[in-house]
Nanobody, 116 residues
Framework: QVQVVESGGALVQPGGSLRLSCAVS????????MAWFRQAPPKAREMVAR???????NYADSAEGRFTISRDNAKDMAYLQMDSLKPEDTAVYYC??????????WGQGTQVTVSS
């Protein structure tokens, strides 16, 4: 059974940093892309950053220059380093693991709250 588990969410002050982790277990396929999304109700879920199997990255405008996505293919892990956090970064952050366009998995999410 495939599991995608995020961790690292917390309450942090504006200007602070957090590192989120995404762990994949039970896979029997090659992972194509790993990505971080976030959702702050009532907004729709939005892509924050993504990384392909060969390391190509793409960021949302809101994350560019502040967030860094990385992955360890040997450990089936992805990370999101978030610096210079702002209150508007407050959201539940989800990891999405993509095998093909029609075959993907979501984690359960981890809460990030940026507040003084």
């Amino acid at each position: 059974q495939v599991q995608v588990v995020e961790s690292g969410g917390a309450l942090v002050q504006p200007g602070g940093s957090l590192r989120l982790s995404c762990a994949v277990s039970g896979r029997h396929f090659d992972i194509n892309e790993m990505a971080w999304f976030r959702q702050a109700p009532p907004k729709a879920r939005e892509m924050v950053a993504r990384i392909t199997s060969d390391g190509n990255t793409n960021y949302a405008d809101s994350a560019e220059g502040r967030f860094t996505i990385s992955r360890d293919n040997a450990k089936d892990m992805a990370y999101l380093q978030m610096d210079s956090l702002k209150p508007e970064d407050t959201a539940v952050y989800y990891c999405k693991v993509t095998v093909t366009s029609n075959w993907y998995y979501w984690g359960q999410g981890t809460q990030v709250t940026v507040s003084s």
